[in-house]
C-alpha cells in the first residue's frame, strides 16, 4: 500500500462524514437538513457511545421530531420517551430538558433557523460562540462536530482540529514539522485526493482513527496498522526504557 493511496484505504476502513451515515446531507445549506445535523450533534457531544447516540438520533427521524417546532410540540415526557427508546436513558431527563431549551432559544433569536444564526455571526469565533449560546449543555465537542462538517457549507464554519485528527495525522506521518497542521492535512488532500469523498470525510476518518484506534492503542486491530508510524515511536521508548532502567546511556 502506498501512501497516494492512503486517503481512500482511510475513508473505506473507518467511514467518512457522520452525516453522510446518517443519510443527511448538509452540503447545499439546506436549514431542515442542517438542523436534522445539529439534532445528531446535540445526541453526539455526550459520554455516551457513538452507536448509540446515532441510534438515538434515527429514533427521533422515526419518529418525525426533527425540527425546532415538533420537538417543541413532543414536550419533555415525549422527548424523554424518544431518548429512552434510542438508547440514551444515561441522560434522558437532561438531554430533554437541554434539547427543549436550545429549540426554544433558536425560535425565539432565529427565527428556527440554524441558517440565520451563522449570517448573524460576525466571524468564526462568534459563530461557535452563538452556537454554544443556544440553551444550555452544547460545549466545545458538540459545537466542533457540528461545525466540522458544514466546512465549505458555512463561510465562517472554521472548527480547529480535533486532538484525536491531530493524534492520527501525526502517527500516520501526515503533519509537516513547523506547519500548521491544518494546512499539512489540506494540502495532503489536494494531492492525494479521492473520487467520491471531499476533505470532510478525509477528517472524520482521520478522527474515528484516533478515537478507535489510536486513543485507546489498539494497533494490532487498526487497518491501518501497516501504515503508522507509532509502534516505531512505541518501541524506540521501550528500547531507552530499557537502558535508562539499566543504568546505561
Not at 24 to 47: E, N, Q, T, V, Y
Not at 153 to 178: D, I, Q
Amino acid at each position: 500500500m502506498t501512501r497516494p493511496l492512503l486517503p481512500k484505504r482511510l475513508i473505506e476502513s473507518l467511514g467518512g462524514m457522520y452525516s453522510r451515515e446518517l443519510g443527511i446531507d448538509p452540503s447545499r445549506g439546506d436549514s431542515g437538513k442542517i438542523f436534522r445535523w445539529f439534532l445528531a450533534c446535540k445526541l453526539m457531544g455526550a459520554r455516551i457511545s457513538t452507536r448509540n447516540a446515532l441510534g438515538t438520533y434515527k429514533e427521533f427521524e422515526r419518529r418525525g421530531v426533527v425540527t425546532p417546532g415538533r420537538i417543541r410540540q413532543t414536550g419533555w415526557d415525549g422527548l424523554v420517551e424518544i431518548l429512552d427508546a434510542g438508547g440514551y436513558a444515561r441522560y434522558d431527563f437532561s438531554t430533554a430538558t437541554k434539547l427543549l431549551a436550545i429549540t426554544d432559544d433558536l425560535l425565539r433569536r432565529y427565527h428556527g433557523d440554524l441558517n440565520v444564526l451563522h449570517e448573524e455571526a460576525t466571524d468564526p469565533r462568534d459563530l461557535e460562540d452563538r452556537i454554544k449560546g443556544l440553551g444550555k449543555g452544547i460545549g466545545d465537542v458538540t459545537t466542533n462536530i457540528f461545525l466540522r462538517e458544514l466546512r465549505g457549507v458555512w463561510a465562517k464554519a472554521r472548527p480547529a482540529l480535533s486532538p484525536l485528527v491531530l493524534l492520527s495525522a501525526g502517527n500516520l506521518g501526515l503533519l509537516v514539522p513547523e506547519q500548521d497542521p491544518a494546512q499539512s492535512l489540506e494540502r495532503f488532500w489536494r494531492r492525494r485526493k479521492t473520487p467520491g469523498y471531499d476533505f470532510r470525510d478525509f477528517e472524520a476518518a482521520l478522527l474515528r482513527l484516533g478515537k478507535d484506534y489510536c486513543k485507546t492503542s489498539r494497533c494490532e486491530a487498526c487497518p491501518l496498522h501497516d501504515l503508522c508510524g507509532a509502534d516505531v515511536i512505541s518501541i524506540a521508548m521501550a528500547k531507552r526504557k530499557g537502558r535508562d532502567s539499566n543504568g546505561r546511556t
